[in-house]
């Protein structure tokens, strides 16, 4: 089992930023990708950006392009997203993913809410 603990959440104003974090413990294993989506209510959980272990590929939605980077820390299994340039619609409850061998794991979720 894997256990994911994010994190960074919280209120902001709009254009200003956030960094979330999330370490990734227990049975790790050597190749995994990191990653985060976010849900708001009523809607689907969606893709935000994921990266691979060695962090040296990423990706984005496009709706987060330009304005959020995702980067790890492989020895400590630990993956942050900088978040800048904040939106209203960038409010959401912001998960956590860890993912070896077709296996998913998901954090607890950490909200982050954008003030306009």
């Known amino acids: 089992q894997v256990q994911l603990v994010e994190s960074g959440g919280g209120l902001v104003q709009a254009g200003g930023s956030l960094r979330l974090s999330c370490a990734a413990s227990?049975?790790?294993?050597?190749?995994?990708?990191m990653g985060w989506f976010r849900q708001t209510p009523g809607k689907e959980r969606e893709f935000v950006a994921r990266?691979?272990?060695?962090?040296?590929?990423?990706y984005y939605a496009d709706s987060v392009k330009g304005r959020f980077t995702i980067s790890m820390d492989h020895a400590s299994r630990t993956v942050y997203l900088q978040m800048s340039n904040l939106k209203p619609e960038d409010t959401a409850v912001y998960y956590c993913?860890?993912?070896?061998?077709?296996?998913?794991?998901w954090g607890q979720g950490t909200q982050v809410t954008v003030s306009s």
């Open positions: 993913t860890y993912t070896e061998s077709g296996n998913d794991y």
């Open positions: 227990g049975r790790t294993f050597s190749y995994y990708t």
């Open positions: 990266i691979q272990w060695t962090g040296a590929t990423t």
